[in-house]
T-cell receptor, first 113, second 114 residues
């Protein structure tokens, strides 16, 4: 089936550093979503992007919908220990029956105090 | 508080046994979904329901069944036909199905084989 390539798979950073992760696809998407999942819990929506080129912030998080509609990135500035978790991107494309979410494989973030 | 409640948190299945995972939402959402998550992988869609008394197969429906008799409830049964059921199961809902209304998730049920 369709796949999103999310990278990197894992990151080990020092508290205070900035983080960047991205998702790419060979297909065009109409919507990009970014979720965070803590261990043993469900994903929580961080940012939703609906328009090519859109840049949206949520606190220290910034995400962009790529101009080509085939990619998106998420940046976290000045990381803190509670940023630890798995970050997932999800793309959605529209047809006359709506559009299913396609998830990336996740980026596991570890933050060293 | 409004949200999605999944139960139980942990579930164990014996060989040849069917088990049912519960998902309840009080968000008044029309659409509900079941996903399967395996280690190191993204979420894969099992079944979804756009409205009461309607449901559709997702990408990996074999060995699973669902019902949607009430708007707030969408239980998932893992049948004995599912040969590799060990996984983390996530239920989600959205205001309408596959629209620009984002999906929100419950806290999951971890299913293991005895």
């Amino acid at each position: 089936g369709q796949q999103l390539n999310q990278s990197p798979q894992s990151m080990f950073i020092q508290e205070g550093e900035d983080v960047s992760m991205n998702c790419t696809s060979s297909s065009i998407f109409n919507t990009w979503l970014w979720y965070k999942q803590d261990p043993g819990e469900g994903p929580v929506l961080l940012i939703a992007l609906y328009k090519a080129g859109e840049l949206t912030s949520n606190g220290r998080l910034t995400a962009q919908f790529g101009i080509t509609r085939k990619d998106s990135f998420l940046n976290i500035s000045a990381s803190i220990p509670s940023d630890v978790g798995i970050y997932f991107c999800a793309g959605q494309k529209w047809n006359n029956q709506g559009g299913k979410l396609i998830f990336g494989q996740g980026t596991e973030l570890s933050v060293k105090p | 508080d409004g949200g999605i409640t999944q139960s139980p948190k942990y579930l164990f299945r014996k060989e040849g046994q069917n088990v049912t995972l519960s998902c309840e939402q009080n968000l008044n959402h029309d659409a509900m979904y079941w996903y399967r998550q395996d280690p190191g992988q993204g979420l894969r869609l099992i079944y979804y329901s756009q409205i009461v008394n309607d449901f559709q197969k997702g990408d990996i429906a074999e060995g699973y069944s669902v019902s949607r008799e009430k708007k707030e409830s969408f239980p998932l049964t893992v049948t004995s036909a599912q040969k590799n059921p060990t996984a983390f199961y996530l239920c989600a809902s959205s205001r309408t199905a596959f629209s620009n209304q984002p999906q929100h998730f419950g806290d999951g049920t971890r299913l293991s084989i005895l």
